[in-house]
């Protein structure tokens, strides 16, 4: 964890300034800017580099070549006391899961559970962000989404017909750190794949197989092969579920509809998200609720180990602990992911990442 010799190191503040900027310069208002330069950034300060700054050049191009709306009508089109449908305008995937959570928590308040769904909207980054928003609020956040590129065939099939199709569930605790799980339901989110093609690093076996059936290694084939279900067929029917509730149920993208916003700059993706939020002040005293599951969170770290396990981790917890690292030492930004923002930054005429 932290910076080595093909990584440069800077703070959440240069981060947050330089995205904003690039932002604001290709046209989105100040105030959008920096709300989606604020997640941008939280995306790498939690480790999830896949769905950070590296986006930011994508991001840009597509709203040059007018695949973005940079100034959407954010609006509420289906609106129940427990649940509602947002419509993005094809605006920031940020700024329009962002309100679909206010919405639901807002909701959840006087329900105890709302569902909020979003169409037309784009790439938001890592789950986890959204999942998280309600735990300040003593709230369950339960995130899922449509992938923003089809990299996952139906099981045994070879036509890329789902995407990874993340999951994401906050649950708030006492005195241990929330517990966040953040998965695609591929072994691998493809931003992870990015990342590794941008760092110049080969994949792990089990992450991708070429359309024969063997194993693929090389991030920049990934155009041979596809990713790989978690647990096989069961990760192909979670996908297929997730894209369902999150695309299909909202009138958004799903299956051969999704746009592969890697390839194509110009086409609204219509991306389906969903936020399913849950009160705990419904279902019984909060602080009760909080000090079960610190318990159950020790029982769990405390238990027996395998030989060679050196700690038992809860899910989210290595985000928390990244979280306090990179705010003392920095974060850690690939070499060649500073190098393509430095030609995006004199592209825009904006002070370079590092300056």
Do not use: C
């Amino acid at each position: 964890m932290g910076v080595d010799s093909n990584s440069i190191s800077v703070s959440l503040e240069q981060l947050e300034r330089f995205i904003a900027a690039a932002l604001r310069r290709a046209g989105l208002p100040e105030g959008d800017a920096a709300t989606v330069a604020g997640l941008m950034a939280q995306a790498d300060l939690q480790g999830s580099d896949g769905h950070g700054v590296i986006r930011l050049p994508q991001y840009v191009r597509r709203i040059r070549s007018g695949g973005i709306n940079v100034r959407p009508d954010i609006r509420v089109v289906a609106d129940m006391p427990g649940m509602a449908v947002v419509d993005g305008d094809n605006g920031m995937g940020h700024l329009v899961v962002s309100r679909a959570t206010a919405i639901a928590i807002d909701k959840a308040r006087t329900q105890g559970a709302a569902w909020v769904g979003t169409r037309r909207s784009n790439h938001a980054g890592p789950a986890s962000l959204y999942s998280a928003m309600p735990l300040r609020h003593d709230m369950v956040g339960i995130y899922f989404a449509v992938g923003n590129a089809n990299h996952l065939p139906p099981w045994g099939g070879t036509d890329m017909l789902l995407s990874t199709n993340p999951i994401s569930v906050g649950v708030p605790a006492g005195d241990e750190p929330p517990v966040v799980l953040d998965m695609a339901t591929t072994v691998a989110a493809y931003g992870k794949v990015k990342a590794k093609a941008k760092r110049g690093e080969m994949m792990p076996e089990g992450w991708m197989i070429d359309r024969e059936g063997r194993p693929l290694l090389d991030p920049t084939r990934s155009d041979e092969g596809f990713l790989m279900p978690i647990g096989g067929h069961k990760g192909y029917g979670l996908a297929l579920m997730v894209g369902l509730l999150a695309g299909t149920l909202n009138g958004a993208a799903m299956g051969r509809d999704v746009v592969d916003f890697n390839k194509d700059h110009v086409t609204p993706t219509n991306t389906g998200q969903a936020m399913l939020v849950l009160n705990l002040a419904a279902f019984g005293p909060v602080q009760g609720f909080k000090e079960a599951v610190d318990r159950l969170v020790g029982d769990l770290r405390g238990s027996a180990r395998m030989p060679g396990t050196e700690r038992i981790w809860m899910p989210g917890e290595q985000s928390h602990v990244r979280r306090r690292h990179y705010r003392e030492t920095g974060i850690p930004v690939s070499r060649g992911v500073a190098a393509e923002l430095d030609q995006l930054a004199r592209e825009l005429e904006i002070p370079l990442l590092a300056s």
